[in-house]
């Protein structure tokens, strides 16, 4: 496999006075399929568009072309291209490359071949694509999909599978709408996910933006410019180097986040761990606990709803406003840390020195609790 990637790696050399093509080549077959028959295609150095259509029938175009000033060597290039569409064994097959063992070696080619890759598929039937070196174009699709894309970017519809594994490096990817899915996603210029019911995420060095999230995520998003999402039900995130920017959560979430800033607009049922970094909350409406070591916590506005309030910090700043209705039973515990509070905070004060206890309510008091342990930094509560 690594001899013909290089051939064709070879051939990508200037032709910079050569402006037509010189040898091509077209393709055109058609096939009809059943329900539960696969789709498979790889490819490489071209645009691949798949369409979907109601036909129970595959339908493959390919025209490929060579650029260069040499007839010769351009025929030869094109002669060392093996295209093969058929359909074997319940499974349509569109597969590309150049003959192993016949690559030119210690001479380039002053040739380059592209390819141009059309398929018209059934939106019920099951697709699997390899595409290296060009962009790949998908619509609607309901079938299953598995889909590796590398140095190209990657545009697809609404995917209504269950079944939908993505992977994408040194390219973009936009996602219109998906149901389920299994995304890797490096280097390149990000991802984009319009909306997506169940999302497993890998991402590194790479921007991910998602609208929203109507069932669950699992991310783990490490370095590059970071993670945006609109709104998420149950969120699972573990972020490294990329911060990370999330407009509501409405189920549980737990989040850890290293070396970088977190910012949630409204959130319900929060877990959070987090090492140097800035976490900002602007309303927690449910429970929430936070272990953090360093940098700072900055929650806006707690409201009545949450009952139940753990913060337990280190080297760090940490200033939360509860609503002005909000009350419940407070304990306070610091270790070389200042305490600052507010009017509608009465406490009792226990300890000397470097560690203390304080212990009183918020309000009223009441049900709600909320329990602070701080070592090495400062707390304000207002």
Same mark, same amino acid.
């Given at each position: 496999?690594k001899?013909?990637i290089?051939g064709l790696?070879?051939c990508?050399?200037?032709f910079?006075n050569?402006?037509?093509a010189i ?6 077959k058609?096939f009809?399929v059943?329900r539960n028959d696969?789709? /498979?295609?790889n490819?490489q150095?071209g645009a691949l568009d798949?369409?979907?259509w109601?036909k129970?029938e ?6 490929l072309?060579v650029y260069g000033? +040499? /007839?010769?060597? $351009?025929?030869?290039l094109?002669d060392?291209?093996?295209?093969k569409a058929?359909? $074997?064994g319940?499974?349509v097959i569109l597969d590309?490359?150049?003959a192993k063992?016949k690559?030119k070696?210690?001479?380039k080619?002053?040739?380059? @071949?592209? %390819? ?6 059934? $939106?019920?039937?099951?697709l699997?694509l390899?595409?290296q070196?060009?962009d790949?174009?998908i619509?609607? =699709?309901s079938?299953a999909?598995?889909a590796n894309?590398?140095?190209? +970017?990657l545009?697809?519809?609404? =995917?209504?599978s269950n &079944?939908?594994k993505?992977r ?5 990817a ?8 299994e ?7 990000? =991802?984009t @996910?319009g909306?997506v %019911?169940?999302?497993?995420?890998n !991402?590194?060095?790479? !921007?991910?933006?998602?609208g ?5 995520a699992n991310?783990?998003q490490?370095?590059?410019p970071g993670l945006?999402?609109?709104?998420a039900?149950?969120?699972? =995130?573990n972020?490294?180097y990329?911060?990370? &920017?999330?407009g509501?959560?409405?189920? $549980? ?6 070396? &970088?800033?977190?910012?949630i607009?409204t959130t319900v049922d929060l877990?959070?761990?987090?090492q140097? !970094? ?6 927690l409406k449910?429970d929430?606990?936070f ?5 700072s916590?900055? @929650?806006?506005d707690?409201?009545a709803?949450?009952?139940k309030l753990e ?6 700043? !940490?200033t939360v406003?509860?609503s002005t209705?909000?009350n419940?039973v407070?304990e306070v515990?610091?270790s070389?840390?200042?305490f600052?509070?507010g009017p509608n905070i ?6 000397t020195?470097?560690n203390r206890?304080? /212990?009183g309510?918020i309000? &009223?008091?009441?049900n709600?609790?909320?329990?602070v +342990? ?9």
């Amino acid at each position: 496999m690594k001899s013909w990637i290089t051939g064709l790696l070879l051939c990508v050399v200037s032709f910079a006075n050569a402006q037509e093509a010189i040898k091509s080549r077209k393709v055109s077959k058609s096939f009809t399929v059943g329900r539960n028959d696969k789709v /498979t295609v790889n490819n490489q150095y071209g645009a691949l568009d798949i369409r979907t259509w109601d036909k129970n029938e595959v339908k493959i175009e390919v025209d490929l072309k060579v650029y260069g000033d +040499n /007839t010769a060597e $351009a025929q030869e290039l094109l002669d060392l291209t093996n295209i093969k569409a058929l359909s $074997a064994g319940g499974e349509v097959i569109l597969d590309t490359k150049l003959a192993k063992g016949k690559v030119k070696t210690g001479k380039k080619w002053k040739a380059e @071949i592209k %390819g141009s890759y059309q398929v018209y598929m059934p $939106a019920t039937n099951s697709l699997k694509l390899s595409h290296q070196y060009g962009d790949v174009s998908i619509g609607d =699709l309901s079938g299953a999909l598995e889909a590796n894309v590398q140095y190209g +970017n990657l545009k697809l519809g609404n =995917l209504k599978s269950n &079944s939908n594994k993505i992977r994408v490096q040194y390219g973009r990817a936009d996602i219109s709408n998906v149901n389920q899915a299994e995304i890797t996603q490096q280097y390149g210029a990000g =991802l984009t @996910i319009g909306s997506v %019911g169940t999302l497993k995420l890998n !991402a590194a060095y790479a !921007a991910v933006k998602i609208g929203s999230v109507t069932e669950k995520a699992n991310i783990v998003q490490q370095y590059g410019p970071g993670l945006t999402i609109g709104s998420a039900h149950d969120l699972y =995130l573990n972020a490294s180097y990329a911060k990370v &920017s999330i407009g509501t959560i409405s189920g $549980a979430a737990n989040l850890v986040q290293r070396y &970088s800033n977190l910012t949630i607009g409204t959130t319900v049922d929060l877990i959070t761990n987090a090492q140097y !970094a800035n976490v900002t909350i602007s309303r927690l409406k449910g429970d929430a606990k936070f272990t953090m070591q360093y940098n700072s916590l900055n @929650i806006n506005d707690v409201t009545a709803e949450c009952r139940k309030l753990e913060i337990d910090c280190a080297q760090l700043k !940490a200033t939360v406003n509860f609503s002005t209705n909000y009350n419940a039973v407070l304990e306070v515990n610091t270790s070389l840390a200042d305490f600052k509070y507010g009017p509608n905070i009465s406490v009792k004060t226990e300890g000397t020195g470097q560690n203390r206890q304080y /212990t009183g309510k918020i309000g &009223s008091g009441g049900n709600s609790k909320v329990t602070v +342990n701080s070592k090495h930094g400062g707390v304000t509560l207002n």
